[in-house]
């Protein structure tokens, strides 16, 4: 073969292998979740999210070109009391039927730091909660997981994406019940967020 | 009436109590679910379920104890049975 046979084709070969992937985060197993926390002095509430959705556009040789949308139905949001449940989800508090997602878009990372197939890096981008949308950076950990879609779904092949994000939210900043009942439900909410994503070939 | 009335005062208060204990002596509030955590062995995600399970908290000592006041309050509202006197 001759060289300028040979040059197309390897370029060719390098564009396929370098080029992002698009993971769908709508998790067939039910396994994502965001969990919350609150420690008020009088009161610690702690629930979780499941109805997770959105998609994240990743380059495993250029992680730090990341972008995305995490979605987080409203809805979804579920505490263990079943009365605590329904004030959270009403008009009062996070007006879940006006307010039906809560979503954080990734525009752009920082501190981009990559260890075989794990990334860390401060991501900001705009997070949007109640209707209100702010500005906000998290640190994120992403793990790239070639070909291990088939091991979690089964005939199926391709990769996974997992993020990990630990971040604080204050509620006064999205509206919440401003300045209201602080010493049973806490300004400061901890956000854990671990999701899987998946990219089919 | 008002013994009848006062002994479940105190039954209302001992199963209450007996109920908050065994269910894990909670200090929040009453729980009709708890999380189950599930290892995903492929991603190392933590999957989150809920399973039915009640869990008796300080609302429910609280809602029992003014069930067994006002029990107890009831009560006082019926006389005691005076011993009747047999004439000679």
Known sequence: MKLNHLI???????????APETFDFKDPKGVNNAVFKLDAPLESVNGSASGISGTVIFDPENPGATTGTIVVAAESLTVPNPMQKVHLHSEHWLDVGRYTNITFEAKSLGNVKTEGDVTTA?????????GVVKDITVPVKFS???DKLGARVPKMNGDLLVIRANF??????????KGQY????????ELSLSIAGASPK | ???????????VLLAAGTTWLATGANRGWTKTSVMVKTLDPVTGIEGITYQ??????VDFLGVSALLAGLLGGT????RSKKPTQTKN
């Open chain 1, 182 to 189: 602080e010493d049973k439900v806490a300004d400061t909410i």
């Open chain 1, 8 to 18: 197309p084709l390897l370029c060719l070969t390098t564009a396929a292998y370098a």
């Open chain 2, 75 to 78: 009560s006082l509202f019926f």
């Open chain 2, 1 to 11: 009436m008002k013994k009848i009335l006062q002994l479940l005062a105190v039954l």
């Open chain 1, 122 to 130: 401060d991501v900001s981008g705009t997070f949007t909660l109640h």
């Open chain 1, 168 to 177: 604080t939210i204050d509620r006064r900043d999205f509206n919440i019940m």
């Open chain 2, 52 to 57: 039915k399970k009640f869990i008796a908290g």
């Open chain 1, 144 to 146: 790239y997981l070639k």
